[in-house]
């Protein structure tokens, strides 16, 4: 099984960057459909961005489109979600989360996810 450990949130102004990082160890990230998600205060828990293993299909939320990006390193077996142009509604608290697999499928809900990251809490505000 992977243990995943997610860095890298913060308080940042509208406009502003950020980096998330999800450290996995255990397992390598290649085995494992993964995902992006996030969960506003009082709010539900959404996807943010999801993909396969290997990332062969890559699935972003419309309102992130444009502005975040995933990214990889292999050798640190960690996956990254970089966040550009925040916006106040991007707050929330941000989650990795991952599904061993066997194909190239990926999962936009939040429930198909066998193990998580311990969320870290970004807030956008001026």
């Known amino acids: 099984q992977v243990q995943l450990v997610v860095t890298g949130g913060g308080l940042v102004q509208p406009g502003d960057s950020l980096r998330l990082s999800c450290a996995a160890s255990?397992?390598?990230?290649?085995?494992?459909?993964m995902g992006w998600f996030r969960q506003p205060q009082g709010k539900a828990r959404e996807f943010v961005v999801i993909w396969s293993r290997r990332g062969n299909t890559i699935v972003y939320t419309e309102s992130v489109k444009g502005r975040f990006t995933i990214s990889r390193d292999n050798a640190k077996n960690t996956a990254y979600l970089q966040m550009n142009s925040l916006k106040p509604e991007d707050t929330a608290v941000y989650y990795c989360a991952a599904r061993f697999a066997v194909d190239g499928s990926y999962y936009d809900g939040h429930a198909a996810y066998t193990y998580w990251g311990q969320g870290t809490q970004v807030t956008v505000s001026s």
């Open positions: 255990g397992s390598t990230l290649d085995n494992y459909a």
